[in-house]
């Protein structure tokens, strides 16, 4: 799956659980995220993409941030 595609889709869906503008991932961060996405994605196959999207990003906004 396209990098910048995955990217923006985690900007905008942290934007939607922090309603901090000045809250913003890091390129590691974000690198992390499509790393996990890719491991669930690998992992059920069926799934839709931006259910775990919205699963790997909550997950990692609670333990990191909230």
């Known amino acids: 799956m396209d990098r910048q595609f995955l990217k ?3 900007e905008k869906i942290t934007a939607s659980y922090v309603h901090d503008p ?3 991932l890091t ?3 974000v690198n ?3 790393k996990k996405f890719n ?3 690998v992992a059920n196959p069926n799934d839709n993409i931006h ?3 919205h699963d790997v990003i909550y997950d990692y906004l609670t333990v990191n941030y909230f």
Do not use: A, G, Y
């Open 39 to 41: 491991e669930q994605r």
């Open 51 to 53: 259910h775990i999207l």
């Open 22 to 24: 000045d809250v913003r």
């Open 8 to 10: 923006k889709k985690i």
């Open 27 to 29: 390129d590691e961060q």
């Open 32 to 34: 992390t995220l499509i």
